[in-house]
């Protein structure tokens, strides 16, 4: 990657650190026990959610990918969401796909960390996200945990906190940021880059911030190309799109467009200093899975901690610019009133 690329990402991360995340001094990046694993039981937390069927399925295929042999999904614990219907009515159905692929479900957390290696948290619900991943750190598990990472930006930092002191390896992401042309442009396809458009789907569910239910997918995209240091916040609200400008440290502007009405799509425009990049599409989740898998093998996280975190932080942020009018909100205004009062 070019390395004036390399050294604004580094100077983006430090920063952000050093203001809002001063907690992950010494972030386990891996986890002695299960370094250069080759095999492993894996365990599902939540059936509310197509992302397990798909894992399941391409994990516990008669025949998996190079990749994934060795690692496969032997139980479920199939409870999400409790009130959420678009989640509840989901889970009967997604229960049955998985035990025909060979899954013990099981009907505790408690059960299933007694059974498996590591765990996929999937549940749809990001609110119970905390109560369960601190059942899971407690075991010394290694989780990957799906979007989004909590219900609350407040629950996100108690868990990644969490994870420090009971120095278990975690982390989250969205499948597209595993998009090739994403990829294109970190590896530095169009040179540095000068800033970034994407867009998304940002259906709404009133239990959540806005944009942590669905927009996280198109934030996530750019988040994966701009890298941390963005410093505030502009969202413009109607009832079908969400704009919101990110404003970086260095200048760089990057914005994200949220739609609920037309075509359900994702992707977006990169802008480097050697041209410009068309993003997408969007061709599925075996790529997430391979960083999964490798994050198993090795127990080094591929996303850190601090980029994750910024991520709910601008989506936060995006929350206050909607309920003060679209006024200029400060990531580090954000992230210090969110942070935990006490440490998990």
Not at 108 to 122: A, P
Not at 307 to 326: P, Q, V, W
Request: hydrophobic share 40%; with cysteine.
């Amino acid at each position: 990657m070019n390395q004036n690329l390399n050294r604004r990402r580094f100077i983006h991360t430090a920063s952000f650190a050093t203001v809002a995340l001063g907690f992950f001094k010494n972030f386990p990046k891996a986890n002695a026990s299960h370094i250069a694993a080759t095999q492993g039981r894996i365990g599902i937390i939540g059936l509310d959610t197509s992302h397990s069927v798909a894992f399941t399925k391409a994990l516990n295929a008669p025949e998996p990918a190079t990749g994934f042999k060795g690692f496969k999904i032997v139980a479920a614990y199939p409870q999400g969401s409790n009130d959420i219907e678009s989640s509840t009515k989901r889970i009967p159905g997604y229960t049955e796909d998985v035990k025909k692929l060979g899954v013990e479900i099981v009907s505790s957390i408690e059960d299933l960390l007694t059974k498996v290696d590591f765990v996929l948290l999937e549940t749809n619900d990001g609110r119970p996200h905390l109560e369960q991943a601190l059942m899971v750190l407690k075991a010394g598990k290694p989780m990957f945990i799906d979007k989004p990472v909590a219900g609350s930006l407040r629950d996100a930092i108690a868990i990644y906190d969490a994870a420090k002191n009971y120095n278990v390896p975690i982390f989250s992401s969205s499948s597209l940021r595993y998009m090739q042309t994403v990829q294109d442009v970190i590896k530095g396809k169009i040179g540095p880059l000068l800033g970034a458009d994407t867009f998304s789907p940002a259906t709404l569910e009133k239990t959540h911030p806005d944009l942590f239910w669905y927009g996280i997918h198109g934030v996530e995209i750019l988040f994966a190309m701009m890298g941390t240091g963005c410093k505030q916040v502009v969202r413009i609200n109607t009832k079908d799109n969400d704009i919101v400008v990110g404003t970086w440290k260095d200048g760089r502007v990057g914005t994200f467009r949220g739609t609920r009405t037309g075509t359900h799509d994702y992707g977006g425009t990169a802008y480097g200093e050697k041209g410009n990049l068309p993003l997408g599409p969007f061709k599925g989740y075996d790529n997430l899975l391979i960083q999964i898998i490798d994050f198993f093998k090795t127990g080094k996280v591929p996303v850190q901690p601090e980029e994750t975190l910024e991520i709910y932080a601008f989506m936060e942020a995006a929350d206050e610019s909607k309920r003060k009018k679209g006024a200029a909100i400060s990531l580090d205004d954000v992230m210090k009133k969110s942070k935990p009062s006490k440490r998990t």
